[in-house]
């Protein structure tokens, strides 16, 4: 009995909340209503107000508080070594280790070679992959020879970056020297050094490697514009310098006439020597280039040739530390500001070089004053405050 007129008391309960809830409904419909209705006057308009000025959008921060930036696996596919790639292999990791110690890299860089074979440095790019990196950067031995796997990379997620010289696969960055404008430079000074007409050769480095390919262009293509200057032989020699010797002798030898000679990184001191082995220190023009080496090789020829002119510009060992710099920014969200060549490829602008204009000068900073070992080549890259000026 007593369950049953609790079981009521309930019922009763629940019969005046359900009749309150009604009667709130029922005002607010009315209240709408009312307010909705055609006839009821128009609120008096409030007088017309200027709206504020809205606060200025804060600037965009360069140098984001490092602890609150991700540390990135870094990866390095390289492919063959001489002293040029040991000297950029040094600069990318003295980098690294300034971004370690900021907190944006973590553990080592992780760097592995490929010599000149595609295959291995396909093998090589997708192993880093497939460990884990979060950067890779690439110094490639082709232009087009790597798509595949590159592009496998940045479909997962892997921020790629090719430096040196530029290839063509999709959703990756080149950060570069202009190879062919680099190459055009030497072919128009020994244009004018051999007074724009006469009978030139010249050596190259590894046919079908990007940076070299560029750079004949830029020889071939300049030279053209001179009708009195003939290309009359040519040979390959990997960018050695024993083998640019023996290159270079040849070619003498089968064109005793030649006026010039053309070459490129690592044969400066064989063309030299191959002159003064023919007897044409005199007689023929050379390009060399900016290595401590070469520069104590034409100092010394100048002691008895006092005539005696080369040239040669800054190829810079630290694009591979500016490529390291960039490829953090893009990493980090950070939006590229400055210019791309063909929607994905930055050039660095070399400005450096050398002639019997300031030969002396730039012999007594690097070889006197600096005593830089014969390996070192005049170095330059971007500097944290010039990356970031290129970023937001």
């Known amino acids: 009995m007593m369950q049953f007129i609790y079981i009521i008391k309930e019922e009763d309960k ?20 009312c307010n909705s209705a055609p006839d009821a006057p128009a609120p008096a308009p409030e007088p017309e107000q200027a709206a504020p000025e809205p606060a200025p959008a804060p600037e965009p921060d360069q140098s984001p508080a490092d602890d609150a930036v991700k540390p990135y696996k870094v990866g390095l596919s390289n492919t063959f070594m001489y002293p040029w790639r040991a000297q950029m292999i040094d600069d990318m990791e003295r980098v690294f280790e300034n971004y370690k110690g900021r907190g944006w890299v973590e553990g080592d860089l992780i760097i592995q070679h490929a010599g000149v074979d595609t295959n291995a440095q396909i093998a090589q790019i997708r192993n880093m992959v497939n460990d884990g990196v979060d950067i890779l950067l690439i110094n490639p031995i082709s232009a087009d020879g790597l798509n595949e796997v590159v592009e496998e990379a940045v479909a997962k997620g892997v921020i790629v970056v090719a430096f040196d010289q530029a290839i063509s696969a999709q959703g990756v960055y080149n950060v570069t020297i202009d190879h062919y404008v680099w190459g055009s430079r030497f072919a128009e000074w020994l244009v004018q050094a051999i007074d724009e007409q006469g009978d030139i050769v010249y050596i190259e480095g590894l046919p079908g490697h990007p940076a070299n390919d560029d750079r004949v262009r830029g020889w071939v293509d300049t030279i053209a514009k001179y009708p009195d200057i003939n290309i009359v032989g040519s040979s390959a020699t990997d960018w050695d310098n024993p083998s640019a010797q023996k290159a270079a002798s040849q070619l003498i030898a089968t064109n005793p006439n030649i006026n010039g000679i053309l070459a490129m990184d690592g044969m400066g001191v064989g063309l030299y020597n191959a002159l003064v082995s023919a007897k044409k220190v005199d007689q023929i023009k050379c390009t060399g280039e900016t290595q401590v080496a070469v520069l104590q090789s034409w100092y010394e020829l100048l002691e008895e040739h006092p005539d005696f002119e080369s040239f040669g510009v800054v190829n810079p060992p630290g694009i591979g530390a500016t490529a390291l710099g960039f490829a953090i920014r893009i990493a980090q969200g950070k939006e590229f500001t400055g210019e791309f060549v063909n929607g994905n490829t930055y050039y660095y602008d070399v400005e450096i070089q050398v002639d019997k204009s300031n030969f002396e000068e730039f012999y007594n900073k690097y070889v006197v004053s600096e005593g830089r070992p014969d390996a070192y080549w005049p170095d330059e890259w971007l500097s944290d405050d010039e990356l970031d000026a290129l970023f937001r």
């Not at 909340?17 to 209240?31: C, E, M």
């Open 14 to 33: 629940m019969k005046k909340r359900i009749f309150a809830l009604l009667l709130a409904l029922i005002f607010v419909f009315a209240f709408s209503a």
